[in-house]
């Protein structure tokens, strides 16, 4: 830590854990390890237990990362584990990568995409979508692959359009989605 950064404030250079519950909070406006938790599972319907084996750091104000594994808290490193979540502001965000490494079960916000619209989303495309008829805000954009449903990446639903939030640089020509 900073000499010149205060235990309770939040260091923009170093990884801090996410403390176990909003009871734990030192610094003000972290999200604490329950609150991450209970917001995959009201959101995607992603159940608590598929998180157990991880711990949850902060870097910056509200990049929420997950690793697997342990390490001292804080820790001064540029990366650590995955990105996962985006807290400081008024709707949380979750990162691409993270909604297709835990939503593959998802229960809740999933929108299934025919082919031509799945191409079109992993192109970085907004469309209209009007048939939605679930929650408006952040949701898992899935296609079936292989058979399976499959994640693509994270969509943000308003007012009958799916507006594409997959990152210029992981967006893919897929040649056959079907």
Not at 3 to 20: S, V, Y
Not at 113 to 125: H, Y
Request: include cysteine; proline fraction near 6%.
């Amino acid at each position: 830590m900073s000499d010149d950064t205060a235990p309770d404030e939040n260091w923009g250079q170093q990884f801090d854990r996410l403390p176990p519950t909003a009871a734990d909070r030192v610094v003000e406006g972290r999200p604490s390890r329950e609150e991450v938790v209970d917001w995959w599972d009201e959101r995607f319907g992603v159940g608590p237990s598929v998180f157990d084996s991880y711990t949850f750091w902060e870097k910056g104000a509200g990049k929420i990362w997950a690793f697997h594994g342990e390490v001292v808290d804080p820790i001064e490193v540029e990366g650590l584990g995955m990105r996962i979540l985006r807290t400081r502001q008024r709707h949380w965000k979750p990162s691409t990568n993270a909604v297709q490494r835990f939503c593959g079960d998802a229960t809740k916000n999933v929108v299934e995409l025919s082919p031509g619209e799945a191409k079109a989303f992993v192109d970085g495309r907004d469309q209209q979508l009007d048939r939605w008829d679930g929650d408006w805000g952040y949701l898992t954009a899935a296609h079936e692959i292989a058979g399976e449903l499959e994640p693509l990446g994270v969509g943000l639903y308003l007012h009958g359009e799916l507006r594409s939030t997959v990152p210029k640089g992981r967006q893919e020509d897929l040649v056959k989605l079907d």
